[in-house]
């Protein structure tokens, strides 16, 4: 006879851990802790879904806790890309849809604080990586850097106390490894509830795992190993199963023993001690279903530690190159360590002469870290075919040249599509081109046609979810799509649900007959995957639609989306919905304030007040964007409200202070001149000048809109989100003398 616990009609007891997981606060938290989490190049991909969710948050919270607790919740597919590693082989990444990356993010806070009372003492002693950053942190993980940079002491360390033998330990395939019977073993062992550890080890890895039917014509073939890679809560998942053999591990006295994530090094007073330790670290691995890689696996007498260390450091004193080697270098440039250093790297790399792995790291660093070359970024296209796994990194750098030169861009094109067995290789050079659209010739966009045409037919393991979106944006770009083939592609089962979702949130209006866009859009509302359900919500809320007269009892998430922008039905066309979109804005930034008083847009606007409607859109979908480009759409909406308000008010065209006529071009008088001088709109409406030339004041010293400063001539730096908090602390204030002229 079965307990009433397990009978039909009730709910099984819950566990204190499995509570903790569905609680509102955790959900929340998991939420806080994916927006701060710090892989930018892996972040790129799901950061434009985690900001549409963002303006239905509390309904999708809600709705993942009832599923949870009702044990409803089923995982979507997952979207593969495969970038190369140095070995020519694949590191297999894992987009996961938002409501599986919540749920993931949310278990993975609950295991993270069990392991944390279990390895704390250990953190910084003997473990350097994927800290956890403690219970209720608003970031999950510590900063890489600290951790690194306190591995390699900790090695120095040793070496300095007298332990010269070296064993360097690295595992295969170690994340795609991992079993989910020993993971949910180790979990039970660590304390986690049981029904945490069936939920995470029998429905959502299993599903998260499973081999797509991209590689063969079969059902879906469920893997019992392997977590995905790329989400922030894997890691920890990692570091539960790497505890078994830290725990032993840490007990050799006669050995030190220190491990930065799989990469694990042992220091010995002699080749007997560490020859030994080595046997058991074998031993402990295979226990637990992982295995050693071979030709990482070495012992040796080390003579210098720093051998041994990956460190990233710009020297001082760089020896300058020879002028006719520098001279495609920019004039700019010349005399900067730092760029030196690079250009030396670049030229080493593709040499293949004595390359270290330290020259990689460094390498990647540098990039990073210098302005972008347009010089450097031809030459990158050049170590891209000899080193494909550098390609993020050089993709990254090129997107960020200012002006890319025809020769530049002749070289990124020409490398598209030269790895065929590397398809995200395509999609992410793809990429970079698709970032300098506006400098693209005629004779580019003819040498595209047929690489992208090419990319579109691809499909199985000759394609992935990057190079199929990136493929279907470039193709509307160069050919005006037809709406039936857009649907076409919408529909087919092969095209990806994070395809869909790139397309749909970054397709241009004009290359879809705009009426036949928003029919497509209103069709994706009623889509089986959420994700789409929602960019579609989205999209057609920026293109200012109402919420359409279909079923939306799916997708609750979608309402919420159309009541946050004010397009409920039944909301009169006659009433401006700016004033509700500048309190959400002003809400989303932190910016504490009363009610905005309502203005009377179309009377101040008149012909500009759709434009200024579309800037305020455009706004509200990118209060978490940068700021950079932030202040460029708040300065182009607002540049329109001076002459507005100026001919509106009838003010004169003088100087109160000096009597003068203002400074006139063909447009009249100059807009600056009109906040600046004492006029007759500077007395009337003085927190309203105050905040335009504040606006202009930032916008001059933003990187967006002016690389170098005027008088400086140094390089602007990114506007920060303190800068424009603060500009937009006195934007309530200029409202008001707004509303005091034109009242709604």
Known sequence: MSSPASSPGHRPRRSTDFNKLTSGRNLLLAWERLERAREPAFKWYWRPSLFVALKAQKVILKRIASQLKNDAFNPDDVCLFSEPKPSTLLRHKSLLAHGDHIVYQAIGNVVADRLYGRVRDRYYVSIFGNLYGGPGDKFFLQRWEKGYQAFNNANRKAFKAGQKWLVQFDFASFYDSIGHGVLERLLMELGVGDDVCRLLCEKLLPHWSC?????????????????????????????????????????????????????????????????????????????????????????????????????????????????????????ELKGRDAMRLLWNLVSKLLSHEDVEPQDVTEFKFLLWATDASDAVARRLCELMRSMPHLTEACCYYIERVEKPSLVLLDAVIDLINHFPGYPWMSGRLLRATWSHKKHLTTPHKQALRPKVAHLMKQTGVKTDCQAQ??????????????????????????????????????????????????????????????????????????????????????????????????????????????????????????????????????????????????????????????????????????????????????????????????????????????????????????????FMKSLHSLRHHGQASHRKNSFSKLRNRPISFGDMNRLLQELPAAWADLAAEFPE
């Not at 893997?223 to 840490?250: K, N, R």
């Not at 041994?308 to 001082?316: C, D, H, T, Y």
């Not at 006659?574 to 008083?597: A, D, M, W």
Request: glycine share 6%; charged share 25%.
């Open 211 to 331: 081999a797509g039917d991209d590689f063969v014509k079969l059902h879906r073939i469920v893997l019992d190993t392997g977590i995905p890679q790329g989400p922030l809560p894997s890691p920890i998942m990692a570091e539960v199963v790497l505890a078994y053999i830290d725990e032993h591990m840490s007990k050799l006295g006669y050995v030190t023993y220190l491990r930065y994530a799989d990469d694990i090094r042992i220091w010995g007073d002699n080749q007997e001690q560490v020859r030994l330790a080595a046997a058991i670290l074998d031993r402990l691995a295979r226990n637990i279903g992982v295995f050693p890689q071979a030709k990482k696996f070495a012992i040796e007498e080390v003579e210098d530690v720093e051998s041994v260390l990956k460190e990233v450091s710009i020297p001082s004193d760089v020896e300058e190159p020879d002028d006719e080697t520098f001279a495609m270098v920019e004039e």
């Open 469 to 690: 979106g990136i493929a279907m944006l470039m193709c509307s770009e160069l050919n005006k799509l037809r709406a039936e083939r857009l649907e076409k592609w919408f529909n087919d089962p092969k095209t990806s649900w994070w395809a869909i979702v790139h397309v749909v949130l970054n397709i241009g209006e004009s290359r879809v007959s705009g009426t036949l866009l928003r029919a497509l859009l209103t069709k994706l509302l009623g889509h089986a995957n959420r994700e789409v359900a929602r960019a579609a919500a989205h999209r057609l809320c920026t293109l200012g639609e109402h919420i359409p007269n279909v079923s939306l009892d799916e997708h609750d998430e979608c309402k919420t989306i159309f009541q946050s922008f004010g397009l409920v039905t039944g909301t009169p066309r006659k009433f401006s919905r700016i004033n509700h979109l500048y309190s959400q804005i002003l809400n989303n930034s932190g910016v504490r304030c009363e009610t905005l008083p309502k203005v009377n847009w179309r009377q101040l606007l008149g012909s500009e007040y759709d434009a200024f409607d579309m800037y305020a859109t455009q706004m509200y979908g990118e209060t978490r964007a940068s700021r950079d480009l932030f202040c460029q759409l708040l300065f182009a909406a607002w540049e329109a409200v001076v002459p507005c308000a100026w001919a509106q008010l009838k003010c004169s065209d003088f100087d109160h202070d000096s009597g003068k006529k203002l400074e006139k071009d063909k447009h009249g008088v100059k807009v600056p001149e009109m906040f600046r001088k004492n006029t007759d709109m500077r007395i009337r409406m003085p927190a309203f000048c105050k």
